[in-house]
């Protein structure tokens, strides 16, 4: 399973919310690779993703995609990011 | 770059910034300050927000600026600005920014450790108000230091 951590600059706040990805999904038990990218990598990651992780300001940027779109208000707020992964992923 | 080890330089407490732009270059300026980045970086950071929208306000009351890996980033490295009154970035959950961290980073890797252990510190949701009401750089290295690095 692969999940994208999509930011503008793939730098600093995408890599933020793949660690806290990641430690969400240590809470629940679930393997998973996260790539943190930028929205010029974006199309070329998703293509095999299953969920994308995007801030509600970037969601436009998402072009069509087979993914879930899954939108995190606070990136460090590991209670919201289990409780969204486990109703993307479930 | 450990986030104990910031230098006094990059610390900027009580700031006033009359508008989002303003918060932004000031923290350019403290990573300047550090000999982190040169003056370019700011403008760049500043137009990352005006491409794609505030979303670097990443939790209630707390900004990351950054921008991608340039000429103008001399050295990995982190600045932390408080503001003296919360300012307004357009994000539709978390303002208004009390706190603006900076991040330069000179490639898309090998910066996993500070994230890690930003991601540490910010976990506990007191962090931010803990550091926006900091008034020396010490207390706010004492709310950074809650980081425990990761083996």
């Known amino acids: 399973m692969k999940i994208i951590a999509f930011c503008g600059a793939g730098i600093g706040t995408s890599a933020i919310l793949k660690v806290n990805a990641e430690r969400a999904l240590a809470r629940l038990g679930i393997q998973a690779d996260i790539e943190a990218t930028d929205i010029a990598g974006l199309a070329v990651a998703a293509e095999d993703a299953q969920v994308i992780l995007a801030s509600p300001e970037l969601v436009k940027f998402i072009g069509k995609t087979y993914a879930d779109v899954v939108v995190i208000e606070n990136y460090f707020d590991l209670d919201e990011l289990t409780r969204k992964l486990e109703i993307a992923l479930g | ?151």
């Open chain 2, 1 to 151: 770059m450990r986030l104990h080890e910031l230098p006094d330089d990059v610390f900027v407490l009580g700031a006033h910034a009359p508008d989002w732009r303003s918060a932004v270059r000031i923290a350019g300026d403290a990573l300047v300050a550090g000999g982190v980045t040169t003056d370019a970086y700011a403008e760049r950071m500043v137009q990352v927000v005006e491409e794609f929208g505030a979303y670097i306000v990443i939790a209630p009351g707390l900004a990351l600026a950054h921008a991608r890996p340039g000429p103008d980033v001399l050295h990995d490295g982190l600045a932390v600005v408080t503001l003296d009154e919360p300012v307004v970035f357009g994000h539709p959950h978390n303002d208004p920014v009390e706190v603006v961290l900076a991040l330069a980073v000179t490639s898309n890797e090998g910066h996993v450790t500070v994230l890690a252990e930003l991601a540490n510190v910010f976990n506990d949701p007191m962090a931010t108000t803990a550091i926006a009401q900091a008034t020396t750089v010490e207390a706010v290295r004492a709310v950074l230091g809650r980081a425990q690095p990761e083996a």
